[in-house]
Structure formats: C-alpha cells, structure tokens
C-alpha cells in the first residue's frame, strides 16, 4: 500500500532532487518570479562568478515594489528607484529573462500577475524573493519567500538548498457571516499563535469554510501566511483552482489541460495523513478583525477594545505591548470603534484583485468618502485596473472622493512616495503594521477591504455590517 | 563568504521582542543596486530622532557600546520581510553574530548565507546576557562555532544548534552556491526525467 501523504509532502518529495546526508535537500524550482528590489545584487554575483541564467523559461521578471502609481513612466520615479528599475530591464535583457516592464498591458504586483497569467499552477514549487509569495500557496503550490542570496542560486541553478519544514494543519469550520471575510479569517489565526507561531511550518488552510472561499479570497488567507511566521501556506487544488486556471495564456491547453488537471487531482492531501501541528477555527463566530499594535498578531474583533499590557503577565510581551500603544498613541481599554482614520488605503498583494475591488465599490456605491479622509485604490495589476475601469468601478471610487491609480505596490512598502505623513492613522487592507512601514511615523490598522470603505466613509474606525 | 570561526567581543543590547526587517532597515533603503552604504538605514528609525539626531537613548548610539561585534536581540528576530538588506546592514555596522532566544525562518537563512551568525540560546541565559549588558557594557563574551558554544563573561558555557552543512561553509568561508553548482549533473538527470 502506497503510504499515505499531505499535500505539501507530495510536492516536496517530487522536488527533491539530491538529498545527501549531513547537506540540506536539494530542492527543484519550477517557477522563480523576480522584481526590481531584491534581484539586482544576486545579477552582479552572477556576472562576477561568469554564470547564466539556467532556466530563463522558468524565470519571470515585473517592475511593482517602487514603481510610480500615478503614471506608467519610469522617469517620475525618484532617481535611485528609476536606476533600478532600469537596472531590471538591463539585467533581463542580458540574461535572457522575459520581463513585463512598466509599458505592459500585463504588468502588475508579482503575486497578482502570477496567478492572473497563468503562470502559477498546482503541484508547482515557486519562489521569489518577497516573503508574500506564500500567495501562490492557494492554487496547491509550495511557495515561499527567499533572500537575495538565494535569488542567485535559483538564477544559477534552478535549485535551492532548503531543510524540510514541519507541517501545520489550519482547519477553519463553520460558514462566514456577511462582513466577514478570507481577511479576518488570516487576521485571527495570526492574533490566535502569534507572529512567530509558525516558524518552521508550513501551513496548509482547511475546511468547509476554506473550499468555500473564492481564488482571489484564497490567495487573500495564503497571502499573510509569513505574518504567522510560517514559510508558505497551501491550499489542496480543487474545481474552483482549475476553473480559475483554465484558459489562462500560460496553462496548459488541449488535451494536456485534461491530463494535467487528471494529475492535479492527485494533490490534495491523503485521508488519514498528519500533519506535525493542528489548530481548529470556527468561522461562524468570527467579527471583522482589525490590528490596535505594530505587527500583525496584534489583532482584536472590530468591537473589542484595544488590551491592557496591565493584564498581561508576561514581562516581555508585556513592555512589547506597551511599546506597540505607545507608537501607535492608542490607550488601553478604549474602543477602537470610532477611532479617527485619516488615510485609507486599498491595494497591495493581499487585497488588491477584481472581486476585493468589487466587493469595496459595492459598499461604496452612492455614498462619499469623509472629508477628512484620503483614500487610495490602487488595483493590483494593470489587468485588473482596466477590468475595473470596464466595470466602472473606478467611477464609483473618484465619485466617493478617492483616488484611482496605475498598479504596484504603492502605500504598502511606501518606496514610490505614497505614504503615510509622521502621526497619521490609516486603515489599510495590506499585511503589515510594523512600526513606520507605510511611512515614516505613520500608524497601520490592517483591515479587509469592507472594514476599509466603512471606515472611509465615516471617517472613523467602523465596522463594516453596520452599512450591510 | 567570510569565514566564521569563534570571536570574543563586547555585546550591544536591543532586546524588544518581534523586531521586524523593516526595522532593521526601512523600506526606503532599498533601492540600490549594491550591498553597500546600508548601514546608513540600520534600526533608522530608532537611531534617529524625528529631527534626524542620533537619538541617545538608543544603544546603537551610547559609547560604551561601540565596538562590539555582538547584537543580543529579542526573541524572534527578523520577522517580516525576506530582504537580505537586513544582514547585510547589520555587518556593515560591524556585527559578526546576533544572539537570541529564536529568529524567524527567512532572516536565519540570510544571515547564514553571509557569514553572519545566529546564535539562538535559552531564555534564562539570554536574561542573564541582557543583565550583564546592561550593567556591565564592558563585558565580553567568546562564541566557538566548531564546538558550538557560548562562553558567557564568568565562564559558564552553554551551546547552540546550527545545521552541521552551514557550519561547514562559515568555518571554511564557502559559498553555498559552490554545493549546487556542483549538482549540475544530477539537476540535468532530474530535468529530464521529470519532463522539467
């Protein structure tokens, strides 16, 4: 009898391609995405080593960390992020890597294009160097972020040295309630272990409550999955995985679309395989999450009030915390409902796609944004604007009073100048809320899209099911 | 890569929990296209006052702590962001190994891969560590990477896990890239037998 096995040890174990003792496995890579922020050192390694580049056709390049979002040309980006922009095009011209620069159609944050083109596909290892590539994880594929370091030995070998992880069951009961979304699904894990609870893991998501979900939601869940510490997040391929997939320029077509998908279903996990950890999360009682600190797992229900460090018996976690409300000027045992919002910030590789997009413009529709507020959508490629704007959904964002950009990564990283101003508060649906991250001073709540709209239009923390 | 075999140096305390790449340096740093001139953006914005003064109350910045080559950090060091900025910032200050009670996942693999050593040691050494740092920033500690060991000041010993394959290339100062560059042969069988 064949020995039973999760999904991600089915992967692994047809990835690896030397395993010596005393060495970490050799693992083999089918798809390496890079970017302009964390590739230009790992090309200079290369050409002063003499290498190339061993698989170009497994190697896709996009410009999104520092590209500008009111326009499309390189040449308004400041100087230093505009020489490497021009840095990427230089490098993959030389080496023989496709890239879809700032002129095309297809451009857009990695971990959307990915998916959008095709390119991501079950049963795939996948790397990048950015910790959210944990996003492709959603299709059934072992993603995970690296270092620039690694980025060359990809480059030079289509391989990475990598230790096998441990594996991490996240079984999510129950049926989500309206206002509730993937968002506050990934929100209360991280709140529930912590920030580094899953170091050393990977996490594969479970459950009723998790087939349920759409693509976009799914890529939402594995998205933050790093936030929780862990090394990827996976979620077994299914017939919403391959409808998704279907028809896309880089899946396979004809009757290699048939045997494929026939392998795909080969995939998800084995009954009666283990995993090294499980945790259980009942959807049903979940509220809009949001975060009161400064890193994700500092999360509370939308009505709960921020926590008091005083109840916390740990000396450590306790002056973290205390430390955390003192940057974010926030008092303990205040409600976060109600809390001033000035900027609101829509985009970035958790919540950027067509359906937060559309989910947002629904709740927008007919009402304004406060004046006090700014609001910024950015769509997560350029394919997903032009979808939206068919739509007229970025009629109804500039009717509100928001601005409608160019795709990228925008006031997530803050590298392409938009940012938060030094005190300012923002509700933002990206995935961090580390000190200073939106820029310099600035304060994160992170929040689903729909908590996001409420807050705009009132000007103040809200919880969304109050405009449902 | 730059070999890694026992130092003996004073140790700098920042001991908050959860210390995130981006605050090791800040996003806005990233935009070069070499591995040098990052120390500039190190823990900038806790380095710096708004008004960008060195603010003196943060380690980094007190004299009695120049010169040391050890970072003592919180638990779970280097969460967040995969970018290797952070390491390389951190050796251009000067560190040669950061001590704490666990790193996260990407960061310990960075650090590993350029000669910078993560030393994960238990809670109660690493409270007693913070206590002498503070106290006493003239002590120094020894750490022996071919034995494994921590030799605190006052002589009690105590040792730390690393992966017998890292250990080999920072104590000779191989390059990991040379271990898969020499699997050509077998990459090329797997290829092809995977239909890859």
């Known amino acids: ?187 209360a894990l991280i709140a529930r272990i912590g920030i580094g609870g899953g170091t050393g893991h990977v996490f594969e998501y479970t459950g009723e409550a998790v087939r349920s979900l759409s693509m976009e939601a799914r890529m939402t869940l594995c998205n933050m999955s790093i936030e929780g510490g862990g090394r990827a997040g996976m979620i077994a391929p299914d017939d919403t995985t391959f409808e998704f997939v279907a028809g896309r320029p880089f899946a396979p077509k004809g009757a290699a679309w048939d045997k494929t998908v026939a392998h795909w279903r080969t995939l998800p996990t084995d009954e009666g395989a283990t995993y090294d950890r499980e945790i259980t999360i009942d959807v049903a009682v979940l509220e809009p999450m949001i975060t009161y600190g400064t890193n994700p797992g500092m999360g509370v229900a939308i009505s709960q009030p921020i926590p008091d460090p005083a109840q916390e018996a740990d000396t450590t976690r306790r002056s973290s915390l205390e430390k955390a409300l003192g940057y974010m000027d926030l008092r303990p045992g205040q409600p976060l409902l109600g809390h001033k919002v000035d900027v609101v910030f829509l985009g970035s590789c958790t919540n950027s796609r067509i359906t937060d997009l559309r989910q947002a413009a629904d709740l927008l529709r007919g009402r304004k944004i406060a004046d006090n507020v700014r609001m910024l959508v950015v769509p997560g490629s350029e394919q997903v604007r032009r979808q939206a704007e068919a739509e007229g959904l970025d009629r109804i964002f500039r009717e509100a009073g928001a601005e409608w950009r160019f795709a990228g990564c925008s006031m997530c990283i803050a590298m392409n100048g938009d940012e938060l101003q030094p005190g300012q508060y923002a509700v933002s649906t990206s995935n961090r809320n580390f000190e200073g991250r939106q820029g310099k001073g600035g304060r994160t709540f992170l929040a689903s899209p729909l908590t996001a709209v409420a807050s705009a239009v009132n000007g103040t923390i809200t919880d969304p099911r109050s405009f449902l | 890569m730059q070999s890694f075999t026992t130092l003996t140096s004073t140790f700098i305390p920042v001991p908050f929990n959860d210390v995130d790449t981006d605050q090791i340096i800040p996003a806005e740093y990233l935009k070069v296209t070499s591995k040098d001139g990052l120390v500039e953006g190190l823990f900038q914005r806790w380095r710096y006052r708004p008004d960008g003064t060195p603010d003196p109350a943060f380690p980094l910045n007190q004299p009695e702590y120049q010169g040391a080559q050890i970072l003592l950090a919180g638990d779970n060091f280097g969460c967040g962001s995969s970018r290797e900025h952070a390491p390389w910032a951190l050796q251009g200050w000067g560190f040669k190994a950061i001590i704490s009670t666990s790193f996260a996942d990407i960061f310990r693999n960075n650090a590993l891969k350029n000669g910078l050593l993560p030393v994960a040691v238990d809670a109660e050494t690493h409270e007693q560590l913070l206590e002498m740092s503070t106290e006493s920033p003239q002590l120094q500690l020894t750490i022996d990477l071919a034995t494994q060991m921590v030799t605190l000041p006052g002589g009690r010993t105590t040792t730390f896990p690393i992966d017998h394959f890292s250990k080999t290339c920072l104590l000779e100062g191989l390059d990991q890239l040379g271990y898969l560059l020499k699997q050509a042969e077998r990459i090329a069988e797997y290829e092809q037998a995977m239909g890859k």
Not at chain 1, 33 to 41: A, D, I, K
Not at chain 1, 107 to 127: A, W
């Open chain 1, 1 to 187: 009898m064949n020995q039973v096995k999760t999904l991600f040890e089915k992967i692994w174990d047809t990835h690896v391609v030397v395993d010596e003792p005393g060495s970490p496995s050799v693992l083999y890579i089918d798809l390496h995405l890079v970017h302009e922020v964390t590739s230009p050192q790992a090309f200079t390694g290369l050409r002063a080593k003499g290498l190339k580049v061993r698989r170009p056709d497994r190697t896709v390049a996009t410009m999104d960390h520092s590209t500008p979002t009111k326009s499309l040309s390189i040449d308004l980006s400041d100087m230093m992020a505009a020489n490497q922009l021009r840095q990427l095009e230089t490098n993959c011209a030389e080496f023989g890597i496709p890239l879809y620069g700032m002129d095309s159609p297809e451009r857009g944050i990695v971990h959307v294009m990915g998916p959008e083109l095709g390119l991501t596909q079950p049963g795939m290892t996948i790397v990048c160097g950015d910790s959210h590539t944990s996003t492709h994880g959603a299709f059934g594929s072992l993603a995970f972020g690296i270092g620039t370091s690694e980025v060359e030995h990809v480059l030079a070998t289509q391989c990475l040295l990598q230790t096998r992880p441990r594996t991490f069951n996240v079984h999510y009961t129950g049926q989500l309630r309206t206002g509730v979304t993937a968002k506050d699904m990934i929100l």
